[in-house]
């Protein structure tokens, strides 16, 4: 991809031009942490709930940011961009290593990188497969290292699948790179927070916009069998927004295509930040 803008320790150059160490942290040991923030209509999505996150994974890793200078150099980078629709892909990374070393020294600095790229927020309909979820135990920070997540994301695109459902023990985690929301006639169901799920920013805005409209959500422990009893399931992410899932390809399902809550959902998300 050409022409996108990106900026690396502070500074501003095209994508393609950026150079770093193989001694970076990142690069050796995945010690860095991410965000994705989208944008509409040059309108950003929940930045603050983005930052506040962000901060906090960098706080569970012990990296000392200034995190005021790093939303600024979002902000910098969206408005620089030019680009009306899409999303930054902002990572903080330990730093640089001298020698290859699994224990830090503390003196190294922070290194930053993000891009911002044009994407198209689109209604997805999603073939899934579930898969037992391979992870470590700390799924709530938001770490570059996403091993399990990409091996089982690519083995169920090798099965023809767009997204997986992973389980412990056959209780409900999350998607591969989104978390999960469920519906019956009556009522919204997505699994509570805890260290095995990311706490997503969708899935937060969600909550709050649907149950603003009445509508009932609880958040719990579910099992695959609450899975199958359901109307309707959808994906939530900052990227897919409200993504049904119209086939579970390894397990039979009752779900309905246009279930009446998920589209209620799908349309108080997109009143509220894609319009
Ligand atoms: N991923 N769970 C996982 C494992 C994720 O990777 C993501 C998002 C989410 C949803 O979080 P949010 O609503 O804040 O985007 C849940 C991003 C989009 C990615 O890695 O590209």
Same mark, same amino acid.
């Given at each position: 991809?050409?022409?996108?803008?990106?900026?690396?320790?502070?500074?501003?150059?095209?994508?393609?031009?950026?150079?770093?160490?193989?001694?970076?942290?990142?690069?050796?040991?995945?010690?860095?942490?991410?965000?994705?923030?989208?944008?509409?209509?040059?309108?950003?999505?929940?930045?603050?709930?983005? $930052?506040?996150?962000?901060?906090?994974?960098?706080?569970?890793?012990?990296?000392?940011?200034?995190?005021?200078?790093?939303?600024?150099?979002? %902000?910098?980078?969206?408005?620089?961009?030019?680009? !009306?629709?899409?999303?930054?892909?902002?990572?903080?990374?330990?730093?640089?290593?001298?020698? &290859?070393?699994?224990?830090?020294?503390?003196?190294?600095? $922070?290194?930053?990188?993000?891009?911002?790229?044009?994407?198209?927020?689109?209604?997805?309909?999603?073939?899934?497969?579930?898969?037992?979820?391979? &992870?470590?135990?700390?799924?709530?920070?938001?770490?570059?290292?996403?091993?399990?997540?990409?091996?089982?994301? *690519?083995?169920?695109?090798?099965?023809?699948?767009?997204?997986?459902?992973?389980?412990?023990?056959?209780?409900?985690?999350?998607?591969?790179?989104?978390?999960?929301?469920?519906?019956?006639?009556?009522?919204?169901?997505?699994?509570?927070?805890?260290?095995?799920?990311?706490?997503?920013?969708? &899935?937060?805005?969600?909550?709050?916009?649907?149950?603003?409209?009445?509508?009932?959500?609880?958040?719990?422990?579910?099992?695959?069998?609450? %899975?199958?009893?359901?109307?309707?399931?959808?994906?939530?992410?900052?990227?897919?927004?409200?993504? !049904?899932?119209?086939?579970?390809?390894? !397990?039979?399902? *009752?779900? !309905?295509?246009?279930?009446?809550?998920?589209?209620?959902?799908?349309?108080?998300?997109?009143?509220?930040?894609?319009?």
């Amino acid at each position: 991809m050409k022409n996108i803008l990106a900026v690396y320790n502070g500074s501003f150059d095209f994508l393609d031009k950026i150079k770093i160490s193989p001694l970076s942290r990142a690069y050796t040991f995945s010690d860095s942490v991410y965000e994705v923030i989208p944008f509409y209509n040059s309108k950003i999505i929940a930045f603050d709930e983005h $930052i506040a996150r962000l901060e906090k994974s960098c706080e569970a890793l012990s990296f000392s940011i200034k995190i005021l200078d790093i939303s600024n150099e979002i %902000l910098e980078l969206i408005t620089k961009s030019k680009v !009306q629709h899409g999303y930054i892909y902002y990572q903080v990374t330990r730093g640089i290593d001298n020698l &290859r070393s699994h224990m830090f020294d503390k003196d190294i600095s $922070i290194e930053t990188f993000g891009y911002a790229v044009e994407h198209i927020f689109k209604s997805q309909s999603l073939k899934v497969m579930l898969c037992e979820d391979l &992870r470590w135990q700390r799924c709530d920070i938001k770490s570059t290292s996403l091993l399990g997540n990409i091996m089982s994301m *690519n083995d169920a695109k090798n099965l023809g699948c767009d997204e997986v459902i992973m389980h412990k023990n056959k209780i409900i985690t999350e998607g591969g790179a989104s978390n999960i929301f469920f519906a019956t006639d009556e009522c919204v169901y997505t699994p509570h927070l805890s260290k095995n799920i990311l706490p997503g920013i969708t &899935r937060e805005l969600l909550i709050k916009d649907i149950k603003k409209a009445g509508i009932k959500v609880e958040e719990g422990i579910f099992s695959i069998d609450d %899975l199958i009893e359901a109307k309707s399931i959808w994906l939530t992410s900052s990227t897919k927004g409200l993504a !049904q899932v119209v086939e579970i390809k390894n !397990q039979e399902t *009752n779900i !309905q295509i246009d279930h009446e809550l998920f589209v209620k959902c799908d349309k108080i998300f997109k009143d509220n930040y894609l319009t």
